[in-house]
């Protein structure tokens, strides 16, 4: 039987399918829930259960512990309602979501952005653009039905381009992939994937984007590809002339794992507000590194010691993300529905 599951505070509700998970249920519903994995081992989705019964699917202790499920929180991604529910979630806002689209896409372009990135440019169809926050992600759909997902690498109004002579050019997309050895995809991307191919596409996902109605300072946290997304965020500040005091925290390995680090301090000169640090955890000598060092969640906690008044966006490997998630909440004050994240989760990490 169909159930009715509401939102609080924003007062919005949608209803269920037989079996359906909470979560796909508002995504079909253009409610935008907070969301990442959809499988249950980032803990995005976590929310408190005001009312109702939710029976859960598999699902990773890391994402929603024994003690919180008992404390009353869910997991929309896996949670399935065996009774009208009442959840608390204040990311959920009184804005519908983009529709969900599915879309054939061209290779225009691939280019090593480092020894093990790649950067993909997609050529969109010219009367199907998709709409998107910058900070969404979009899942590849491949020839065995599997799925990967990535996220978006420029803001929405830099589809359209203008060429020299004024014209505008096809709708075009940017991607960052990082090489799995083994990855069924990344394989593909790094070895035999050439420009023209054709590859399918389904967006947009994720609630990672940045809120528009506050004005607190805010902190950037990326590692990895995980700056992709922040790439994103970074181009719409610019372009809507937000100018909230933001903060890029941006960690690699070694420095050329900073891979458009000269594109970030070109940005930094275009936006008085934006500053940049980049941390490095394992820099060589050959290196000659002079910039900090150590995990990069922690050199924000050295410069703000106190978050309370801060919102953070996070994007990277799953330690990353959850370590900041913690340190942030329990060290820096930070109120829990100001930490916006995507943690990147593999195959690997979906199913341990």
């Known amino acids: 039987m169909t159930f009715t599951i509401t939102v609080r505070p924003s007062g919005r509700s949608f209803t269920t399918e037989p079996e359906e998970s909470i979560l796909t249920a508002g995504i079909r519903s253009g409610i935008g829930l907070p969301y990442g994995c959809k499988d249950g081992a980032c803990g995005s989705c976590k929310c408190k259960k005001i009312e109702g019964t939710v029976v859960h699917g598999p699902h990773q202790a890391k994402a929603l512990s024994a003690d919180e499920e008992a404390a009353g929180y869910v997991l929309t991604c896996c949670g399935v309602p065996h009774s009208d529910v009442v959840l608390e979630s204040r990311q959920v806002t009184d804005a519908g979501a983009f529709p969900i ?22 050529q969109l169809p010219a009367n199907d653009v998709i709409q998107f926050h910058a ?34 050019s096809a709708p075009m997309m940017e991607l960052h992939i990082r090489h799995m050895p083994g990855g069924l995809f990344t394989d593909q991307v790094f070895s035999t994937m050439k420009e023209r191919d054709i590859l399918r596409i389904e967006g947009p996902y994720g609630s990672f984007f940045l809120r528009e109605d506050s004005a607190k300072p805010v902190i950037l946290l990326a590692s990895g590809t995980g700056f992709a997304p922040i790439k994103a965020v970074i181009e719409h500040m610019q372009f809507m002339g937000i100018t909230r005091p933001a903060t890029l925290y941006w960690g690699g390995r070694r420095p050329e794992d900073l891979y458009l680090d000269a594109w970030v301090k070109a940005q930094v000169t275009a936006m008085p507000n934006l500053r940049y640090v980049p941390v490095v955890s394992d820099a060589l000598p050959e290196d000659a ?21 801060h919102q953070v966006y996070a994007c990277g490997a799953p330690i990353v993300v959850d ?26 990490d979906k199913h341990p």
């Open 101 to 122: 689209r599915k879309m054939p896409v061209r290779v225009a372009r691939l280019e090593r952005l480092s020894h093990d990135v790649m950067g993909i440019t997609l």
């Open 135 to 168: 900070g969404q992600y979009v899942e590849f759909i491949l020839r065995d039905g599997a799925r990967r997902s990535y996220s978006m690498a420029n803001a929405p109004h830099t589809l359209m381009r203008t060429v020299p002579g004024g014209t505008t």
């Open 289 to 309: 590194w002079s910039g900090r060092t150590g995990f990069v969640h922690r050199a924000v906690l050295q410069d703000f010691p106190d978050l309370s008044g």
């Open 323 to 348: 370590s900041a998630r913690k340190d942030y909440t329990s060290l820096g004050g930070l109120p829990e529905d100001d930490f916006f994240a995507d943690s990147f989760t593999s195959e690997a």
